[in-house]
């Protein structure tokens, strides 16, 4: 049993969902997925790591931390490793994300924009 009294198949949908996002919650991991988005077929590691500024190591963690979550999927062919989005669902999240952040940010330059417009203040 874990430390918040549920076992492992116990365990609310909204902890398995925290989880999740704590997945994601790393630039590097977002941006693996948006290249693995962006790619029409499996991509290998080699081009992650050229896309991806990080080292290898790196790398490899994250994509660990990716396939444990069941985000992304592996194949190995010879000595070279390919990823996949483990969910096609997944790129309508990065977009969905990638949306919301872009409606936040046009208010928030919206309200900029009103500050901007109003008078000076004049220091009495």
Known sequence: MST??????DQPLYEIKANLFKALAH????RVLEVLSANDSPT???ELLTIIDIGPTTMSQ???????HHVVRSTRTGNAVFYTLAHP????LLLIARTFLADTLD???????AISALPPVVRA
């Open 44 to 46: 290998p590691v080699s």
């Open 62 to 68: 994250h994509l660990a931390v990716l396939k444990r």
């Open 89 to 92: 669902k997944v790129s309508e």
């Open 107 to 113: 208010e928030q330059r919206e309200q900029y924009d």
């Open 27 to 30: 630039p590097a991991r977002i």
């Open 4 to 9: 918040n009294g549920f076992s492992g198949t």
